[in-house]
């Protein structure tokens, strides 16, 4: 019976070592279509990804022609307004040279023209009239009537 357990076993050994064998046979089979499969699926993620990266850096490229565009429309607007700037400030060195009275100084002068008109009114509308005396002569008292 010794002998007849030993082949069961050596049996049982041998089949459970077909059975591994199968199955490292199947893991390995597994794992090549797994590469197969990743290879195809690879290059198409791969295409995809380059696609993707091909119409980013078409929009960023149209972005930053863009931001270039204004750029330069800002530095124009400033550079316009510099030069505005230098214009103005020498018509009124030139015209303050022939005397002409700034807007500022034509302010001024209104501004005070105004308070003395106001001040001369106000002195006028408080001191009555003084007759001459040849007025005063021809004007005669009215007595009020009862």
Known sequence: MAKKQTETQVGFDIHLANKVRESA??????????????????????????SEGEALKAKTRKNVAGLRVSEMANKATGTWD??????????ARAIAKLGVPSRKEIDELTKRL????????????????????????????VKPTK
């Open 82 to 91: 510099k030069l505005e700037q230098v214009f103005e400030d020498r018509v």
């Open 25 to 50: 046979h199947q893991i390995w089979d597994a794992g090549l279509g797994a590469f197969a499969k990743a290879q195809v699926e690879g290059n198409k993620v791969f295409e995809a990804l380059v």
């Open 114 to 141: 105004n308070l003395l008109t106001d001040a001369l009114e106000r002195k006028v509308v408080a001191k009555p009239a003084r007759k001459s005396p040849a007025a005063a002569k021809s004007v005669k008292p």
